[in-house]
């Protein structure tokens, strides 16, 4: 594949990502009801949700590459919100880590279960070894 041929074959792969993030955020909903979110909050949410482990304060300001001040701050606002709670880490205990309340929890998995079912007919024409295989391509993406 010359490099004209990649640039071609990732500017797809780009449009057929702005298409499907614009339909996936068309219902306009998040999994928290009313509550106003900003795009940092709703981010920082995801990561906390899908994380194999908590995550720390350094862990979550490297993921996002937000300053430790805007993670404190933005984590009090969903403390706030009773989004979020800060424990001891199960490793060690002078160490704080955040996750998602119980009640957050539930929401998104809620959130997700319907998201999931709605786009389900996106990947009709896909076989399950095809998605697999697709899941497994787009996590290797690095963003920088």
Same mark, same amino acid.
């Given at each position: 594949m010359t490099m004209t041929d990649r640039a071609v074959a990732i500017g797809t792969i780009l449009e057929s990502v702005v298409t499907l993030s614009r339909a996936l955020s068309s219902p306009r909903t998040t999994p928290? /009801?009313?509550a106003v979110l900003t795009r940092t909050q709703l981010d920082i949410l995801f990561l906390l949700a899908h994380a194999d482990e908590p995550f720390t304060p350094g862990?979550? +300001?490297?993921s996002l590459k937000l300053t430790p /001040? =805007? &993670?404190?701050q933005t984590m009090d606002q969903l403390r706030d919100q009773r989004l979020v709670e800060q424990s001891a880490s199960p490793r060690d205990g002078r160490v704080r880590v955040w996750h998602l309340t119980d009640a957050a929890a539930a929401q998104v998995l809620e959130f997700e279960s !319907?998201? &999931? =079912?709605r786009t389900a007919p996106w990947f009709a024409s896909f076989s +399950?070894? *095809?998605l697999d295989a697709l899941a497994v391509l787009i996590k290797r993406v *690095? !963003? =920088?």
């Open positions: 928290f /009801g009313d862990r979550l +300001s490297s /001040g =805007a &993670i404190t !319907v998201a &999931i =079912a +399950s070894d *095809e *690095e !963003v =920088a």
